[in-house]
């Protein structure tokens, strides 16, 4: 029995270290801001700086099932964020993510409408696409009959990303365009 009372004496007292006391938080958060404002340092993200805090100060990390320890956790977190801003810039190499941002731009989807022009057609989709080209060589790759496609790209300058797909078989020309435009 006295060792069931020792196991739970131990465990008791092991719940009153889910926060961290008022000095190693203010020791994390110095932690913080020195790191921070040290420019040699290259963070990764704030989540970095914040872990190496931790390290720094011998404290260790907490799991999500200390409550009260993982929500001093957040609050750093989120001060990390602020000092790095403060310090470096929103847009500074320690924002991992706005570089994965930059690149999906890159290749982000736009919505291209294509319009079926013709004697009996009228009908229209609207499409994505990374670009207007991709659209033109998906249109020819999904066409199963022989046909010759002539791409004509507009040279409007107000809107360079349309062209017009005219279809001839044969040598004869169909009465039946295809327009695509970016939207």
Do not use: C
């Given at each position: ?146 046909f010759d496609i002539t791409v004509n790209m507009s040279t409007d300058g107000d809107n360079p ?23």
């Amino acid at each position: 029995m006295l060792l069931i009372n020792n196991l739970l004496n131990i465990t008791e007292s092991s719940a009153s270290l889910d926060a961290i006391t008022p000095d190693m938080m203010n020791d994390i958060q110095k932690n913080l801001r020195d790191g921070a404002k040290d420019l040699n340092q290259h963070w990764a993200n704030a989540l970095e700086l914040v872990h190496t805090a931790y390290e720094v100060a011998g404290v260790e990390r907490p799991t999500p099932d200390m409550s009260n320890a993982w929500k001093q956790y957040e609050e750093n977190l989120q001060y990390a964020v602020t000092q790095l801003a403060k310090t470096r810039g929103m847009d500074g190499d320690w924002r991992m993510s706005s570089s994965i941002f930059r690149e999906a731009m890159e290749y982000r989807q736009h919505s291209f409408r294509v319009t079926e022009i013709g004697d009996t057609f009228g009908g229209g989709v609207t499409v994505n696409g990374v670009s207007l080209d991709a659209v033109i060589h998906k249109i020819k790759k999904s066409i199963t009959n022989d046909f010759d496609i002539t791409v004509n790209m507009s040279t409007d300058g107000d809107n360079p990303n349309m062209a017009t797909l005219s279809f001839s078989k044969f040598g004869i020309r169909k009465n039946y365009k295809l327009r695509i435009q970016q939207l």
